[in-house]
């Protein structure tokens, strides 16, 4: 089974700038999350999707960050205007309704961003 | 809302002695428990889970948590560590009764370091 796919692995961007991250979930998976990884930090929800509407998107900076989800199996997750404040680990994961009974969430390697 | 508390930054272990990793937990109701390893450059990795039943879960790589309801801690444990084990570990939670919003709570991470 393949995994949770992620890309780009690392982006380095200016202050200000804009960026997208990719993600495609395990095949078959309803629900997608993004969680934002802070340096030193456990990961924090930032977005959760079933299928392509949003369930809670309550920690999402909407200001600058942005998520779609429109065919309900890829998400991109957006910043615009970053900030040096974004600069952390994002994580995608996914979850079948049952599957939280068997192992969990399946994460993917996550993009470190870097904003200088 | 939940929240989970991992007390120390830092746990250092000899190699081929027992370790610990702490973990408590608040949640409103019932618990979904998880225990994650983090490695260098890596997403999350699944451990273990306590769902429901007995209350010591054994997971991959010689690891077992057990589960106390009274003292709201899920602890991870390994009779016999390895120079191997030395990664982030983070525990997560999640009510078994939240509707649709299955998202978890981490910890802040407990970095592991099993010393030769």
């Known amino acids: 089974e393949a995994g949770v796919a992620q890309s780009p692995r690392y982006k380095i961007i200016e202050k200000r700038q804009s960026v997208a991250f990719w993600c495609n979930p395990i095949?078959?998976?309803?629900?997608l999350y993004w969680y934002q990884q802070i340096l030193g930090q456990g990961p924090k929800l930032l977005i959760q999707f079933q299928n392509n509407g949003v369930v809670d998107d309550s920690q999402l900076p909407k200001d600058r960050f942005s998520a779609e989800r429109l065919k309900g199996v890829d998400s991109t997750l957006k910043i615009q205007p970053a900030k040096l404040e974004d600069s952390a680990v994002y994580l995608c994961?996914?979850?079948?309704?049952?599957?939280?009974?068997?192992?969990?969430?399946?994460f993917g390697s996550g993009t470190r961003l870097t904003v200088v | 809302a939940q929240s989970v508390a991992q007390p120390e930054d830092q746990v250092n272990v000899a190699e081929g002695n027992p370790l610990t990793v702490k973990c408590t937990y608040s949640v409103s109701g019932n618990p979904y428990l998880f225990w994650y390893v983090q490695y260098p450059n890596r997403g999350l990795q699944f451990l273990l889970k306590?769902?429901?039943?007995?209350?010591l879960v054994k997971g991959s790589y010689g690891f077992e948590a057990e589960f106390n309801k009274s003292q709201t801690s899920f602890h991870l444990k390994k009779p016999s560590a390895l120079v191997s084990d030395s990664a982030l570990y983070f525990c997560a939670v999640r009510p078994i009764s939240s509707g649709s919003a299955r998202q978890l709570t981490f910890g802040s991470g407990t970095q592991l370091t099993v010393l030769p």
């Open positions: 994961a996914s979850s079948f309704i049952r599957e939280v009974r068997s192992h969990g969430y399946t």
């Open positions: 095949s078959g998976h309803a629900t």
């Open positions: 306590y769902i429901t039943g007995d209350n």
